[in-house]
């Protein structure tokens, strides 16, 4: 039988997927190496040619969500057709992770990976924060707002609003959490000085 060759990329991402399905069905001390590479239909070795341990899967697979979401906040802070209110909202609030990125977060919020999960959040957030201020600047600049600080102010959005509405730290009620959200529209506005059109 002929070896299949695959892009290191395609593979790599492969362990990764296989990987963190395990780990959210199984749980991660559950999970061997032994078992991914099963699952797969790969020799052992594969792994280790891209990952040194289990937990260099759990840290790639988080990067690899970061830069996804990251690609998003970038397209969306130079859309030109919304204001800056609706890149605010559509970047904290109404970001909808893809199937592989919820993998990771569902994993994340497993009360086993609390240590994890903050630095997941903390790493997150310190990334978004300059796009966010920027998004701010760009509404003071147009008019929208008229916030002193823009910078301070996007931090205080972006944190309070990731830690509000985490379904890893509070477990809101789809009923409550779509409350809490339709009110960070208006909590957006006040807090940056806006002028009221929204």
Known sequence: MPRISKDPEVRKNEILDVAMELFKVNGFERTSVSDIVKKMGVAQGTFYYY?????????????????????DV??????????????????????????????????????????????????????LIPYVAEIVRQGVHAGEFTVKHPEEAAEFLLVGTAFWLDNGVFKWSEEELTIKRAAVRSIFERLLGGNGIY
């Open 51 to 71: 990952f040194k341990s289990k937990e260099e899967v759990v840290n790639a697979a988080c990067e690899r969500t970061l830069f996804s979401r990251l690609a």
């Open 74 to 127: 970038q397209s969306t802070t130079k859309n030109t057709s919304l204001t800056a209110l609706e890149k605010l909202y559509k970047i904290i609030v109404d970001a909808i992770p893809t199937p592989q990125e919820q993998t990771v977060l569902d994993y994340l919020h497993d009360a086993s990976n609390i240590t994890l999960h903050q630095k997941w959040k903390v790493a997150e957030l310190t990334a």
